[in-house]
């Protein structure tokens, strides 16, 4: 429970030693992409149950508790109605485009959840360069998007494609230098040893300033970049156009919508990496009473638990503020979040020199 | 607008014309507007009304004075007691009656309550057209306490007839004294909580400073009452120019900013609902006793014309009876708010974004019904 | 000169942003103080909830002819209540019977009511003399045939009351 390495380290043994090299390296990585893509479709479900339940808690009412107990198996019945909808082919739609780009939406985010690391050992890929990788594949989303839009063939998916393109891409440069902060903070950019260097406390308590700001501006960025929040209006805006996932009905439709979930889950997962201490627990000082017993709660409950506190952060935005239009959505952007992170950059980068941080 | 009958002329590229049509989530009624926009701006805006029109005006010339209350109930069916006096005191002062101290007292305290239920109604939703989408919860929460009192006295929650020419159909329930002063002390504690969620934040800010400013010579020319008008200085309130049943016995502010633009129509709403709480306050401990109805042997109006504008929770309702001596009028028209206040809209709106038309019509907080009678 | 505005105008830029941030973490906490308090969960679980459901008494829900429990309305056929109601909602057949006393009555045969055109405005009861008719308090209307609608209210087998007349209201 404490250490998924022995684990991990006995079924990889098993494999390589019955099976030639290549037939072991191929059924581990079926056996890795079946229990990821298991994990993802449960986590997905489970994600829109507890944001239903969550935004029903703000507005005084109880959210669904018919189906099943405590409306658990809600979401399920959910899925069974779209799967059992009728997927409409439209007829002068890019057809190859049209079916494609749910799929690229789905694949990048499941590309992105193999490389974090959910406990000790408990990780799909470690790479040397695991911030840029993740900030790549998330980049391949807007491609999905852009491409949704454009294969619908209509004046209004198109609008909306163009527009959450545009957030999207803006966004992610307020993402990268926030992350940037951290990795110079940390001085690598591959997961586990950031999560190693946050063995005598967690970064955004060591890093005081710099990295309050940074998670804030983080936490602002991130949102933005999966079409949450306040900056919903690619797909909210149902007063004119309905964004690029219009002419999407039944299982496509479908995809998009979880991936949006799954999107929140991977941003709220780095931030709890880069930020919080991955699945480290929580430490006082050298308060070692307190520290023996917080390290009986297993790793992976905290680091579940520390994704939960920030995507309940990121619902809570979701319900409270009205909407932003996208020029005003693209005024934030350039004009406060940009700056703001390049002046705390040059800020990480002195603190760091002169060793200013605990 | 030169000429309104459907004749347009795309005169530059990239301009295209779309429906925010009958069946809308944001337009909260059935009203047409046909919008042409040239990439994301709007370059004018006609709005086609008619979808729900019933006829009430005809329907009521062969209805007796007390039948036809019941049809003023659905016109602007958020004011409907507010509607029911307007008609009510028409023929009272055809008449020439004056009602009791009691039903003067009692009329008043329901009208102001039903402005306040208007204005949560109204706050809800606008919320939720920006994208807030809780506000919609917490007003339809407060309002239900409104919607209680209504019940136990009337009978109904929205559409009660209960003021009828004459008086009260009923007595009020004995509880409404006690169920009213535990809701303003109630509303008291929540009013401060619709600011502290809505009015200070800075999204919300941005979306409404700046847009959709009407000047105070657009407001007199389209005679845009009611909070939309005041929001640009235009001193309409009906309550002060003309008071009518127990206004005169009370002390209120008449709300109005110079600034014209969404924002100000928002707070002069959200002030006036402060002021209805006090307008309460005054009212309610003092209701003196006394006879619900007049003994009247006929409700005839005697022949001739006869007006009387009230103010509802949207602007100055006039009734206009005119009557040959028979229980039924002759012809009843109304002068409504919502009819005037709908046509400046394209004129307010031109050169503004898509996102920004959801939060003008808004803030002119129409209901439709009441346009298409 | 310049640098005193161009420090005023970076004072205002940070002090924007400040202000912005305080505005968005007020509204976040009124809808935070909601969700850790369950106690202000207004909403009802209706079908479950019948057995303790009660409407106010001056609930309009559905006209009722009132009946005692011998079978006996109040109703006398003097038609007030069809001529009150605006919209033809309310149609009496009556019969005429010759009494004991030779002279003919007139007796209410059937009281239709049409639950689909009435407007529940009011104007029937106190249109009533003899206090026959009362709103109840049922609000289940939905029916799947709308024939059902058209409702007879005087029971079957009952007759008007025999005794003499009641005060008028």
Known sequence: ?358 | MEDTVVDIDLKEKEEYIINMGPQHPSTHGVLRFETCLQGETVKYLIPHCGYIHRGIEKMSESLTYPQLIHLTDRMDYLSAHINNEAVSLCVEKAMGVEVSDRVKYIRTILAELTRIASHQLWWSAFGMDLGALTTFFYGLRDREKILDIFEESTGARLLQSFITPGGLMYDVHPNFQKRVTEFVKYFRKKLPEYDQLLTGNIIFRERTQGIGYMSLEDAIDFGVTGPSGRGSGFHCDIRKIEPYSAYPLVKFDEITFDVGDTYHRYLVRMKEMWQSLSIIEQLIDGIPQGPIMLELKAIKAPKGEYYQRVETARGELGVFIVSDGAPSPARIHYRTPNFSNLFIINKISAGHKIADLVAISGSLDLVIPDIDR | MALLKTIKEVGNYFLEIYDGLASLARGMKVTGKYFIKPSEIVTQQYPENRATLQMFDAFKGELILKHTEDNEHFCDACNSCARACPNGSIEIVSKREVGEDGKSKRLLDKYIYRLDTCTFCGLCVPACDQNAIAFSQEFEHAVFDRTKLIKQLNKPGSHVVQKQKTEAK
């Open chain 1, 1 to 358: 429970m404490y250490d998924f390495t022995p684990i991990i380290e006995s079924i990889s043994g098993y494999f390589t030693s019955t099976f030639s090299p290549l037939w072991a390296g191929v059924l581990l990585m079926v056996l890795l992409g079946i229990a990821i893509l298991g994990f993802y479709a449960i986590l997905g479900l489970y994600l829109v149950y507890a944001e239903r339940k969550i935004c029903a808690r703000m507005q005084n009412r109880i959210g669904p508790n018919r189906v099943g107990p405590m409306g658990l198996f809600q979401t399920i019945a959910d899925l069974i109605k779209l799967l059992m909808k009728e997927l409409i082919y439209i007829r002068n739609a890019d057809s190859i485009l049209f079916n494609i780009a749910p799929f690229i939406v789905i694949v990048a985010s499941i590309m992105a959840i193999g490389s974090i690391p959910f406990a000790k050992g408990l990780q799909a890929i470690d790479l040397n360069i695991g911030v840029l990788y993740i900030l790549a594949i998330s980049s391949m989303g807007v491609i999905g998007v852009l491409i949704a839009g454009w294969a619908s063939n209509s004046k209004y998916s198109v609008i909306g494609a163009m527009r959450s393109g545009a957030q999207v891409i803006s966004y992610e440069l307020s993402v990268g230098l926030a992350l940037l902060c951290m990795i110079t903070f940390s001085g690598s950019m591959q997961l586990s040893e950031i999560i190693s260097s946050q063995e005598d406390g967690w970064w955004i308590f060591k890093g005081h300033i710099p990295a309050l700001i940074a998670f804030v501006i983080y936490q602002i960025a991130g949102t933005a970049e999966t079409n949450r929040g306040p900056f919903d209006l690619a797909e909210a805006e149902s007063e004119l156009t309905a964004g690029f996932h219009t002419e999407y009905s039944g299982i496509k439709f479908a995809f998009f919508f979880l991936a949006e979930y799954m999107n929140m889950f991977i941003i709220a997962a780095i931030a709890t990496t880069v930020f919080l201490g991955g699945w480290l627990p929580f430490h006082i000082y050298n308060f070692s009473v307190f520290n023996n017993l917080m390290d009986l709660i297993p790793p992976i409950f905290w680091f579940f638990g520390k994704t939960a506190f920030v995507i309940y952060v990121m619902m809570w935005f979701k319900w409270t503020f009205p909407r932003l239009r996208i020029d005003q959505l693209l005024a934030l952007e350039w004009k406060y979040l940009l700056p703001i992170n390049l002046i705390n950059l040059i800020l990480t980068s002195f603190l760091t020199l002169m060793q200013w941080h605990f």
